[in-house]
């Protein structure tokens, strides 16, 4: 259920085989120092490679160079500092979370982190029906984006449906998909139509998956593009 790949509905493109390649010889030597003289006390878990995705993070980031970030799920921002470290001059990146970052009593963020406006939180769902509508130039003009959700099979499910709505960038973004092996996650990984690659082992040890979300997918059967099928809404029980 977790592994298999004989029923993949889709298969990754050479700029994202070549991305990986690039990006995981990175990672073993990343070092996020980032986070010295910081004083949060949640386990250190950017340091635990392999097991944890932060060091990943910050070689894509590295390795692709974006101007605009975008995150889903601020937490306690160990993810948002991790891209922010070799976060480009003139760069960005606007974090999104229904609560504020000074909310989450083991946060590594501080004020300071937010001065000179290279970070952005804004507190909004951008999962629901036209949750992501108010936001649509600033995600049609972002590089890559990092979708850290509920992991609850509808939250995830809900933004990528919601990007497919969207114009972004051609040939550009990159979309980082967290936890993709957990089992609320799994339908909605394998829905997943566009060019897409699974790196749990350079990254999160619940599963971290990339998607090229512009790379064209043959669909051999249908003799068409395949891009993305939203993973089925499942009654409340």
């Known amino acids: 259920m977790i592994a298999s790949m004989d029923d993949e ?8 085989i070549d991305l990986s390649l690039v990006a995981c010889t990175a990672v073993p030597h990343a070092k996020l120092s980032i986070f010295d003289e910081r004083l949060s006390k949640e386990p250190r878990r950017f340091d635990h490679w392999p097991g944890e995705h932060y ?7 590295r390795t692709l160079r974006p101007r605009r970030v975008i995150e889903l799920g601020t937490c306690t921002g160990m993810g948002t500092l991790s891209l922010l470290q ?29 001065a000179d406006g290279r970070v952005v939180q804004v507190r909004d769902d951008v999962s629901t ?38 114009d972004l960038a051609p040939h550009v973004v990159v979309v980082v998909l967290d936890d993709i092996r957990v089992m609320n996650m799994i339908d909605v990984w394998h829905r997943i139509l566009r060019p897409k690659m699974d790196l749990t082992s350079f990254g999160h040890w619940s599963g971290t998956g990339l998607i090229d979300w512009n790379g064209e997918q043959q669909d051999v059967e249908a003799g068409r593009h395949r891009r993305f099928s ?8």
Request: no cysteine; charged share 20%.
């Open 230 to 237: 939203p993973a089925r809404r499942l009654p409340a029980s």
């Open 86 to 114: 070799s976060l480009p001059s003139g760069g960005r990146i606007t974090t999104f979370d229904p609560l504020g970052w000074e909310t989450f009593g083991l946060t590594w963020l501080t004020p300071s982190d937010f």
């Open 9 to 16: 509905p889709s298969r990754p493109t050479r700029r994202l």
């Open 129 to 166: 029906p036209d949750g992501i509508a108010p936001h649509r130039a600033l995600f049609e003009s972002t590089d890559l984006i990092f979708i850290d959700g509920h992991k609850d099979g509808y939250t995830e499910a809900g933004v990528l449906a919601n990007l497919a709505t969207l």
């Open 55 to 61: 060091r990943l993070l910050n070689a894509l980031v």
